[in-house]
């Protein structure tokens, strides 16, 4: 349920601005397509010059036809940057809508957190949840009302199910309030900034909550800390290599000729952490592999979202050279 | 791109998956509408369906091991609970919030576990068949199930034309007053309907046996289709003149036989089927008798339709013709490919759902 990796050719049907910094891209694809709710594309997108692919909620799908929606992040990777570019007409490679986050029906009731432009893969959520009947809220948290997209649809889905948290007039969702409300076997559904995230995490389990009862995605584009540029160090290989505020620790490693591997690039699977030996700053873990105690630790990083706030970090390379099998103390060297 | 061959079957809609005496604390491998499922029952006893490849590396979780009421995948030790969600992952202490096998939704009713392959949000439990007579005291039975290698259609189209009953069965249930008889196809929204009444003739072999009177009898043979793939056929035999055909049938006796054909594959089926009776119900000897008999009539049925599917798989791009006695099996046929196309157009719309009522 989570491979498609068969990129298909769609064209930009219409663009729609949602909110300053939301933009709508309807794109049509070859054939009939169809999205699970919570469901997400794959897109080819060029970042700094270079191809590369990032993940779109879709908010809506009929027939050949999806739409995504995409926030313009000035300090991200490139990725909102190149679509932000693309005007009605342009083509663009894209793979058939997936879904990690479809709902499992049959709670009494499911509670819904977004945060900003985590509002995309929650609304169909809803709306499915609402059309199965289900008691499903809705807490939607932003910092100023200029950011409230899909404010309409939502209420004319949820009414008064539905709450809206502006920061800039102080209002702030009651984390351990909301996870109090809910019965053991109802469910809560979260995607927003890495923030928000941990905090609701960190309550829910803290409540003894079952972990296959909160839902999450993560897109690990968000930190507690803007990106920046920043240096990594690898002395077993005698490199220090420059990681622009763009680009992820990962890509950097590899453009430099570091051998690593990597599999979902959000921060979910582990594949790509390696072991910090020191840091000198501040390290802005963005993934959700590692506990809280781990992050606090330090001892490893996943480097396709986490990074450094500022300074440097030094790391080990997955690379030991091969071992002597004569010797039998491995692992020490 | 390629292009799709047109599905044989709907997805959103009950498919019988087992017996309920199939599923229990053990994993049970089916594989429905072509999508592999391993059923089990919780420590509550409710029936659970999870998609059968584990999330991870995609072995099947039937090969793994029952825990509490969720299944450890029997390769790396990943545990999925009954909704389908990873609660354990080895040598990390978080869990990918990705990790899920998909959970089908299951209601279990009239003695058979049911599920439903499309659609989640669309699995309304109201749209389980109805057999009463599964759950009635009146009504005395028993069934069992057959692997046909055979489109599940092939099994309707047996069904819905039971002329064929002279030719197959003609040392138990037909003779040729029957294909000779007068019948009608009917049909509404979601329902095929033939109806056969041979009145004042000899009873075949097997209804003479079970009248135990001698003399004519007025025979009925009603088939009711249910879309997309159960038939209940309402049949039996009384005293010809005793009043049947104008709605007395208390001097006769009266089978529901349900038969259940849920398509595995395009080409591979499960055959449910089960003979209830309102006559000696309190005797088992009947109930034993009537479905080893029905066993050898389904085993004729089961040659039939696989050296049929056999055929057609010699003969590709080959049609069928059709006859006036094909009007019952022609209306079921159609019926099926309304609901294909109403999920090939996407103009499904989610029904409201009891919450309590769906497997959860």
Known sequence: ?333 | MTSTPRPTFPLNAWYVAAWDAEVGRTLLARSICGQQMVLYRKQDGQAVALADACWHRLVPLSLGTLVGDGVRCGYHGMHFNADGRCTHMPSQETINPSACVRSFPVVERHRFVWVWPGDPALADPAKVPSLPWMDDADWAGDGSMVEVKADYRLILDNLMDLTHETYVHGSSIGNEALAEAPFDAVHGETTATVRRWVLGEEAPAFWGAQLGKPGPVDRWQIIHFKAPATILLDVGVAPAGSGAPQGDRSQGVGMWVIHIPTPSTEKTSYYFWCHLRNYRVREQRITREVLQAARGILLEDETIIEAQQRAMDANPGREFYNLNIDAGSLWARRLIDGMVDKELSGAQQPAVVPREAVGA
């Open chain 1, 1 to 333: 349920m989570n491979t498609h990796d068969t990129w298909l050719d769609a064209t930009v049907l219409a663009v729609r601005d949602l909110t300053p910094t939301v933009r709508e891209f309807q794109l049509q694809y070859p054939q009939a397509v169809h999205a699970d709710p919570g469901a997400h594309i794959d897109v080819q997108v060029m970042a700094n010059g270079q191809p590369d692919s990032r993940s779109y909620s879709v908010v809506r799908c009929e027939g050949a036809n999806a739409t995504i929606a995409v926030k313009h992040v000035p300090s991200s990777r490139g990725g909102s940057r190149y679509m932000w570019s693309l005007a009605q007409g342009a083509r663009l490679k894209a793979t058939a809508p997936a879904s990690d986050l479809a709902p499992v029906y049959g709670s009494a009731r499911y509670l819904l957190i977004a945060g900003g432009i985590g509002i995309t893969p929650l609304l169909s959520v809803a709306r499915a949840l609402a059309g199965s009947g289900a008691d499903v809220r809705m807490a939607y948290a932003v910092r100023t009302e200029a950011e409230l997209a899909y404010l309409a649809e939502l209420q004319e889905l949820l009414g008064n199910r539905l709450r809206v948290f502006v920061s800039a007039r102080n209002q702030r969702i009651d984390i351990p309030g909301e996870i109090a409300a809910l019965a053991d076997t109802d469910q809560l559904y979260l995607c927003g900034p890495m923030g928000l995230m941990e905090a609701v995490r960190t309550h829910w389990f803290a409540a003894g909550r079952a972990s296959s009862r909160l839902r999450y995605e993560t897109f690990g584009s968000s930190g507690r800390y803007p990106a920046a540029d920043f240096t990594v160090r690898l002395p077993r290989l005698g490199l220090e290599i420059q990681v622009p505020a763009e680009q992820s620790m990962l890509d950097a490693l590899t453009e430099a000729g570091v051998a690593m591997v990597s599999n979902c690039r959000r921060g979910e699977c582990g594949l790509c952490a390696v072991d910090v030996l020191a840091t000198d700053g501040t390290a802005d873990h963005r993934d959700v592999f590692f506990t809280r105690e781990q992050h606090a630790q330090g001892g490893k990083i996943c480097t396709c979202v986490s990074r450094m706030a500022q300074g440097s970090i030094t790391i080990e390379p997955p690379w030991r050279g091969d071992p002597d099998l004569a010797q039998t103390d491995v692992l020490a060297s």
